[in-house]
């Protein structure tokens, strides 16, 4: 029986606002000292996994607004602020940090603009393979194993990210102004 989209209390968004309520204290986890830490890297890879568990559940029983909505900002709060916590740790550059953290900040305004006229804004595939490649650069920046030993393993995923960040913000910039452009033009037709 589909779900009535206006549904707050889903088990989608159950899971979705788990995700977001344990997040903080995944950042406490990441150990003050470079090295990774396994507690940490266990409960970033629950986290990462929830996802797909609330996206499955959302398909089976139908999408709400409000997890339509939650959903992508949990990745947010989550993503960014493991990210910035590595920052805050002097494992992750703050360069990379910050352009992804612009990104998502720009594309998430223009969501809500877009959004507010009744424009869903789908994520791209590159942006899913954005976010996997972030989930990534996190994971293995706390797994001991890699942590310090494969320092280029999760620094290259870092910057891959960076690039899929620009590349799918500015798929979604070129597709308004696509979406601009034909309402602008109006579409004539001939008789003939």
């Known amino acids: 029986m589909p779900v009535d989209p206006s549904k707050i209390a889903t088990w989608a968004n159950l899971v979705t606002v788990g995700r977001v309520l344990i997040a903080p204290l995944m950042f406490l986890l990441i150990p003050e000292e470079p090295g990774g830490a396994w507690v940490a890297f266990v409960l970033w890879f629950f986290l990462c996994s929830s996802d797909g568990i609330d996206g499955y559940l959302a398909r089976r029983h139908g999408v709400t607004n409000f997890g339509t909505f939650l959903d992508p900002l949990a990745d ?15 494992v992750f550059w703050v360069v990379p940090v910050v352009i992804i ?5 720009a594309i998430s305004l223009y969501r809500t603009f877009v959004g507010a006229k009744g424009v869903s804004v789908p ?5 899913k393979w ?9 994971g293995f920046a706390i797994l001991p194993i890699t942590a310090l030993d494969a320092t280029w393993l999760w620094k290259g995923l870092l910057w891959i990210s960076v690039a899929l960040a620009l590349i799918s913000g500015g798929q ?7 979406g601009k452009r034909a309402v602008a033009t109006p579409n004539v037709t001939q008789v003939g």
Do not use: P
Request: proline share 0%; charged share 20%.
């Open 123 to 127: 994520a791209s595939k590159i942006a």
């Open 76 to 90: 947010k709060v989550l993503v960014l602020g493991a990210m910035f916590t590595l920052v805050s740790r002097d």
């Open 172 to 178: 979604y910039l070129w597709r308004a102004q696509a």
């Open 101 to 105: 953290a612009a990104r998502e900040i």
């Open 130 to 138: 954005k976010t996997v490649t972030q989930q990534l650069a996190v």
